[in-house]
């Protein structure tokens, strides 16, 4: 069983842990999480979407996030109580996420982590006739990778300053998720 196989499981805990907050809308970003675990799950299993697709859907899904996110407090006011900082926190976990998943996708076409996936992705499949132009599938692992290290490190700071268990748990899920999928980088 592969790292990103297994990264299926504490994402589906962390998306089970946002649909259970009833305290406040999650709508936005039950939607969002949605689409990272059908990207997650087509691209360790199904290879129904190409990799690519799944990296701008989620680029694309995470702008929208941010922009439904600000157009929410712009029409509601800013505020400043905890219920606010709270929405915002999860918000920018989510959107951060979803663009670490990005990364770590886009590796994975690159060839980063053809092994380790199954999937028989490689890097000459991506090559564009070796111009010299863009980034070489070691770099795009790298930065998927760091991406990922600064994800956790940031999950683990709002994980201590978060008071809800069910925050804690969404957000723990998630950079577990996000490490074991840079661990199949890795490997």
Same mark, same amino acid.
Request: with cysteine; glycine share 12%.
């Given at each position: 069983?592969?790292?990103?196989?297994?990264?299926?499981?504490?994402?589906?805990?962390?998306?089970?842990?946002?649909?259970?907050?009833?305290?406040? $809308? @999650?709508?936005?970003?039950?939607? $969002?999480?949605?689409?990272? =675990?059908?990207?997650?799950?087509?691209?360790?299993?199904?290879?129904?979407?190409?990799?690519?697709?799944?990296?701008?859907?989620?680029? &694309?899904?995470?702008?929208?996030?941010? &922009?439904?996110? @600000?157009?929410?407090?712009?029409?509601?006011?800013?505020?400043?109580?905890?219920?606010?900082?709270?929405?915002?926190?999860?918000?920018?976990?989510?959107?951060?996420?979803?663009?670490?998943?990005?990364?770590?996708?886009?590796? =994975?076409?690159?060839?980063?982590?053809?092994?380790?996936?199954?999937?028989?992705?490689?890097?000459?499949?991506? &090559?564009? #006739?070796?111009?010299? *132009?863009? $980034?070489?599938?070691?770099?795009?692992?790298?930065?998927?990778?760091?991406?990922?290290?600064?994800?956790? *490190?940031?999950?683990? *700071?709002?994980?201590?300053?978060?008071?809800?268990?069910?925050?804690? #748990?969404?957000? &723990?899920? =998630?950079?577990?998720?996000?490490?074991? =999928?840079?661990?199949?980088?890795?490997?």
């Amino acid at each position: 069983m592969t790292p990103h196989l297994l990264a299926l499981a504490p994402a589906a805990v962390g998306l089970c842990c946002l649909a259970a907050d009833r305290r406040r $809308a @999650r709508v936005r970003e039950v939607a $969002a999480g949605l689409v990272m =675990m059908i990207a997650m799950i087509d691209s360790a299993v199904g290879h129904l979407v190409p990799l690519v697709w799944w990296v701008a859907l989620l680029l &694309a899904t995470t702008m929208a996030l941010a &922009a439904s996110h @600000r157009r929410s407090r712009l029409a509601h006011g800013a505020g400043s109580g905890p219920v606010r900082g709270t929405e915002a926190t999860m918000v920018a976990h989510a959107a951060g996420g979803m663009v670490v998943m990005a990364a770590l996708l886009l590796a =994975m076409a690159a060839g980063g982590a053809a092994a380790s996936t199954g999937s028989g992705l490689g890097v000459a499949a991506h &090559a564009h #006739g070796g111009s010299g *132009v863009g $980034a070489s599938a070691a770099e795009i692992g790298v930065l998927g990778v760091t991406l990922a290290g600064v994800y956790v *490190v940031a999950s683990l *700071v709002v994980i201590a300053r978060s008071r809800s268990r069910l925050d804690r #748990g969404q957000y &723990a899920a =998630m950079a577990v998720s996000a490490g074991m =999928m840079a661990w199949g980088l890795v490997l």
